[in-house]
């Protein structure tokens, strides 16, 4: 009995380790800095300021996206200390290309490009409270790989609290 618990034990340890080496491999990037995705994969960055202060950029192992044919869903996490960073956008398949900006505060973008951000169990997002201003602009959209950038106001609906996105990023491929 003791030996299998020992060698449960060692495969245990041999695929966790093998599984943090794996997810500590730094993801490549084209020479914009965008990292190179495959099928299934996605990307969000931008820096942060107001009720938190800081940056997010997801790495491919921690980012899924999925598509049920006319939404497009990016999941993306950081954990930093013991703390998780999350964000989800959530988008038609086929958002057209082109700017879209919230119309006032608390409203939704008319593009139904739709986002938030938690850290630990406080959270933001468009048309959340009184956040404001906030603009998404669609790069690309093939119907499999969309791109574009954002900035603007986060609200929270639970408190007064705002975070203030820029020079947002998010590249996905289905």
């Not at 500590?24 to 107001?50: H, I, P």
């Not at 490009?113 to 603009?135: C, D, E, K, R, V």
């Amino acid at each position: 009995m003791m030996k299998k618990t020992i060698q449960l034990l060692s495969v245990s340890l041999f695929a966790a380790c093998s599984l943090f080496m794996g997810s500590c491999k730094k993801d490549s990037t084209d020479a914009s800095g965008n990292q190179n995705l495959g099928s299934g994969q996605g990307e969000v960055r931008f820096s942060y300021s107001g009720a938190q202060s800081g940056s997010f950029q997801s790495a491919i192992s921690f980012t899924t996206v999925a598509s049920s044919g006319g939404i497009t869903q990016i999941a993306a996490t950081v954990v930093s200390g013991t703390t998780a960073k999350v964000v989800q956008i959530v988008f038609p398949t086929n958002i057209a290309t082109g700017t879209a900006t919230q119309a006032s505060a608390g409203a939704d973008l008319a593009n139904n490009f739709l986002m938030s951000y938690a850290i630990g169990s406080a959270g933001w997002a468009i048309g959340g409270g009184t956040g404001a201003g906030f603009t998404v602009t669609v790069t690309k959209n093939t119907g499999t790989e969309m791109e574009g950038t954002f900035s603007g106001e986060l609200g929270s609906d639970s408190d007064p609290s705002k975070v203030t996105t820029a020079s947002g990023y998010f590249h996905c491929k289905l």
